[in-house]
């Protein structure tokens, strides 16, 4: 089946640090990406979407210079969370929509816990 | 909109037992329509989808049930397994692939 990787799985950094978190996905090839970020106990909130080859499209209220978003290739997105501040502290999910037409779905990735102290 | 909240309501349910999970949607124009389970610390995993011409959909022990009239969208999952204890979302597709997620349930599975 699809599967979607993250990396690292749980990150602490130090206020005013950024912090790189990479998607990639294992057996397909995506296009289109998207992050996700989950506060406790609430729902996904969508961040942006991350296109190959161009720039990311941000959701209302993102920050796009502070969450940086790089799709350099068909199976690998980055998200830099930059001059990182505790209330950045996290659950961050990105999902992959495989290429394929009459593929629908999107997969999602295992998430990253990030911490800032 | 998205959906926050403080509190995740919760669904006891006795093992053995169907669990029925409801989602109320808010884009009319909204033409497909997932289910996932989250466990803790995990990402979203798919259970169920169903487009919006089709009203009912069966899995594995799974059905979707889609009232596009009242907006309306429902899980139900048959002899519950304590395996199934997690959270639950809805998702809608708003169009451009973008999905907007419901505010989740919770499902507690007593043995």
């Known amino acids: 089946g699809a599967v979607v990787s993250q990396h690292p799985s749980w990150v602490i950094c130090k206020s005013g640090t950024s912090v790189k978190i990479e998607c990639r996905s294992l057996?397909?090839?995506?296009?289109?990406m998207f992050w996700y970020r989950q506060f406790p106990k609430q729902s996904l909130m969508l961040m942006a979407t991350?296109?190959?080859?161009?720039?990311?499209?941000?959701e209302q209220g993102v920050e796009k210079d502070k969450f940086l978003i790089n799709h350099a290739s068909l199976t690998l997105s980055t998200l830099t969370v930059t001059s990182a501040h505790p209330e950045d502290s996290s659950f961050y999910i990105c999902?992959?929509?495989?290429?394929?037409?009459?593929?629908?779905?999107?997969?999602f990735g295992p998430g990253t816990r990030l911490t800032v102290t | 909109g998205e959906s926050v909240g403080l509190h995740l309501p919760t669904l006891s349910v006795q093992e053995g037992d169907n669990s029925i999970i409801n989602c109320a949607y808010s884009?009319?124009?909204?033409?497909?329509f997932i289910w996932y389970k989250q466990e803790s610390g995990k990402g979203p995993q798919f259970i169920i989808d169903?487009?919006?011409?089709?009203d009912k959909r069966q899995g594995q022990r799974v059905t979707v049930l889609l009232n596009k009239t009242v907006k309306h969208l429902s899980l139900q999952i048959a002899a519950t397994q304590p395996g199934d204890s997690a959270v639950y979302f809805c998702a809608e597709n708003r169009g451009g692939n973008k999905l907007t997620f419901g505010g989740g349930t919770r499902v507690l599975v007593k043995p």
């Open positions: 999902s992959a929509r495989d290429n394929r037409e009459g593929i629908y779905e999107q997969y």
């Open positions: 884009n009319s124009a909204s033409d497909y």
């Open positions: 057996d397909f090839q995506a296009t289109t």
């Open positions: 169903i487009r919006s011409n089709m």
């Open positions: 991350s296109n190959e080859g161009s720039k990311a499209t941000y």
